[in-house]
Nanobody, 126 residues
Framework: QVQLAESGGGSVQAGGSLRLSCAASGYTSSCLGWFRQAPGKEREAVATIITNGGSAFYVDSVKGRFTISQDVATNTVYLQMNSLKPEDTAMYYC?????????????????????WGQGTQVTVSS
């Protein structure tokens, strides 16, 4: 059974930083990722990573500010978020793909992510 548990959300001022963590277990996925959903908006991809030390992918709006990484030993995926902006405010979700997929491309393979955590709220004030 795939289990994903996010932590590390909170409230910060614009320009600040947060690090999200996702404890993952029970997966055989090729990709893990972070996604977000703001009130009244559709869920969108943020960053994905090929498991076991593979490549990382980002949407344009977070490139250069966010970094996704994985600690393979502990099965933990991180999202380091720097230079946060008010438009980054959203519920952030950790997710695992259904089996082996390509998690690059325009939407970072989001439709193929079938396992989701409960989410952690990030609020950035101006």
């Amino acid at each position: 059974q795939v289990q994903l548990a996010e932590s590390g959300g909170g409230s910060v001022q614009a320009g600040g930083s947060l690090r999200l963590s996702c404890a993952a277990s029970g997966y055989t996925s090729s990709c893990l990722g972070w996604f977000r959903q703001a009130p009244g908006k559709e869920r969108e991809a943020v960053a994905t990573i090929i498991t076991n030390g593979g490549s990382a992918f980002y949407v344009d709006s977070v490139k250069g500010r966010f970094t996704i990484s994985q600690d393979v030993a502990t099965n933990t995926v991180y999202l380091q978020m720097n230079s946060l902006k008010p438009e980054d405010t959203a519920m952030y979700y950790c997710a695992a793909s259904r089996g082996r997929i390509y998690c690059g491309g325009r939407d970072l393979g989001m439709p193929e992510f079938g396992y989701w955590g409960q989410g952690t709220q990030v609020t950035v004030s101006s």
